[in-house]
């Protein structure tokens, strides 16, 4: 289900190290198949990379369970958390969590495009090269050798981004200043009724869990006889946004069996009347198709 930023890394990696990349498969309901992963994990596993929420399926992960399962079976291997579609939705306590890397993107919780974080412990940044150099991330250069300056600055060469990160600084405080408890109760509630009503229209399927306990803010869904893409257009005439397309999850989709899904999402912009005129759109397309 992972993000294809958080699978092509991998992907790429391995092509380049000659290791082996396994895939873990989904449950019916589009959840982790727990017990695939049991059998995948080996005592030379390196690294275990999941999402904590899925920005296709809005499947909420069992990141305790997994870190468990992993320190059992692979007690050597790093665990690394894609937190895009979490950071913004609800409390996200790192500590708890257990992960060893924590990744987030301001522009998913109204902050600016092209920053966000990543959270780890220290030993691990201290052990870790640079990934790209520049002013600022240096300690001392000589002709032979250079030495790096200390966290954070190793990993943030050249000149800081200091625009988003006041930006990104910003969202995070207009967000606690709502309370992660309460974007993630609104969430529900709309979740609760965009599911219930479109269940109902004639043709509507709907992919992920339908445990709201167990779902983000997003609903993948498809109509029968519209093809997503023509779905997003009718939908955009009538002041609708939604995605439509593999949502950069290529694998995802052929597990899925589907070309595209369209994607509605809620946040705390968001309010009923917003999936009134969702399906009220979904039913004009109906008609124009059919």
Known sequence: MEHHANFVPWQQLSLLT????RICELTSDGGVDLDQMKKLLRAKTKVVAFSHVSNALGTINPVREIVAMTKDRAPHAITVCDGAQSAPHMRVRFEELGVDFFAFSGHKMLGPMGIGGLVGPLDL???MPPYQMGGDMIEFVGDDRTTW?????KFEAGTPNVADAVGLAAACDYLDGIGMDAVRAHEVGLL????????AVAGVRIYGPRDLALRSGV???TVEGIHPHDLSTVLDQDGVCIRAGHHCAQPLMRRLNVPATARASVYVYNDPTDIDALVKGVERAKQMFR
Do not use: C, D, R, W
């Not at 000659?18 to 990349?21: D, H, I, R, S």
């Not at 609760?192 to 269940?199: D, F, K």
């Open 219 to 221: 609903v993948s869904f």
């Open 18 to 21: 000659g290791a082996k990349l």
């Open 149 to 153: 300056n200390v966290l954070p600055h």
């Open 125 to 127: 940044l201290e052990q």
């Open 192 to 199: 609760e009724l965009m599911i219930a009503t479109l269940s």
